[in-house]
């Protein structure tokens, strides 16, 4: 695992392409290992070489423009909202940026997406995790995901397991969040779930 490790700190800060075809070379003997990253100076992020996603992140290859973009844009003090948080990698990242002065509340659904979310959250006093999804009303919602790859979850039935999990009204949950909406623009940044979904979040009492 020492070999392991020396190869993602080389690899994951090299501007490179082909990242993540080497991480799956590099970790297909490795499915079962415990996994981290390092996106930033003194953080952590706790992966699973089972998960193809969190392959990508382990090479520093998940997201390499969104990721940059999202450093350049966070500062410290910042309130971060991650809805649909995975297990954590862009809540993380925010909360190293955002500093103890900050507050980075991060929400998932999916129970083994939620507890590695937890803990990569668990390294910061100033962030927090909610197992829930995000949506215009309070109620339950069905999220569609695979076994197999627990972070692609959809509210669209094109998945495997169909599972229903509670839904929070982001404005009930937190009485700030209206004078937070009348605050500077950089008050906040909230990272939106599955962009490409057309349908909106629906939710039943």
Request: with cysteine; net charge positive; aromatic share 8%.
């Amino acid at each position: 695992m020492r070999t392991l490790d020396t190869f993602q700190r080389i690899l994951e800060p090299l501007p490179i392409r082909g990242k993540g075809r080497l991480a799956e070379v590099l970790l297909a003997r490795h499915r079962s290992a415990e996994l981290s990253s390092r996106p930033l100076p003194g953080v952590r992020v706790f992966l699973r070489a089972s998960e193809r996603i969190e392959r990508l992140m382990w090479a520093g290859a998940y997201e390499r423009d969104l990721v940059e973009l999202f450093k350049r844009s966070v500062r410290p003090g910042m309130t971060v909202l991650d809805v649909g948080a995975n297990i954590g990698y862009f809540s993380t990242i925010a909360a190293g940026l955002v500093g103890s002065h900050g507050r980075v509340h991060a929400f998932e659904p999916v129970p083994s997406c939620f507890a590695r979310l937890e803990r990569n959250l668990s390294q910061f006093g100033w962030a927090w995790a909610h197992r829930s999804a995000v949506g215009d009303k309070s109620g339950v919602a069905t999220v569609h995901f695979k076994e197999s790859e627990s972070g692609w979850g959809s509210l669209k039935r094109d998945a495997i397991q169909p599972a229903i999990y509670p839904v929070l009204n982001i404005p009930l949950a937190f009485p700030g969040m209206d004078r937070m909406r009348k605050a500077p623009a950089t008050a906040a940044i909230i990272i939106a779930a599955r962009p490409a979904e057309k349908e909106p979040v629906r939710v039943s009492k």
